[in-house]
């Protein structure tokens, strides 16, 4: 496949979900964006259009250790979940962003729901 066929395809299943999927300020929505190297998580208040909490794999918190990407992915939603409750959040709803939910994005929602965030 193509590869602006495939930006395409996902961009179009990203707005598929983004009609149903909403976040407020006592449930944010916490969207997931995956690169090539690294995976980026943010709690997002569409009601207010601002960002509640945020992570990513570029920080320094993150130790890139032996599990590789799929590890960083987990410990980038372990702090996006500690963060949030530092916040007062306590449940969200999961906008994968158009990507499978398998790999990557599952090991960050899995990092997220041990650090206390639910959805």
Partial sequence: MDA???RLARQRRQQ?????VRGT???PRLSVYRSN???YAQLIDD???RTVAAASSLETDVA????GKVGVAKQVGTLVGQRAKDAGITTCVFDRGGNRYAGR???LAE???EAGLEF
């Avoid at 598929?16 to 149903?20: A, D, M, P, S, Y």
């Avoid at 890139?64 to 599990?67: R, V």
């Fill in 105 to 107: 994005v599952a090991a």
């Fill in 16 to 20: 598929r979900i983004r009609k149903q």
């Fill in 47 to 49: 009601v207010a259009g």
């Fill in 4 to 6: 602006s066929k495939k």
């Fill in 37 to 39: 190297t690294n995976i």
């Fill in 111 to 113: 990092g997220a729901r």
């Fill in 64 to 67: 890139k250790g032996e599990d």
């Fill in 25 to 27: 300020a006592g449930k």
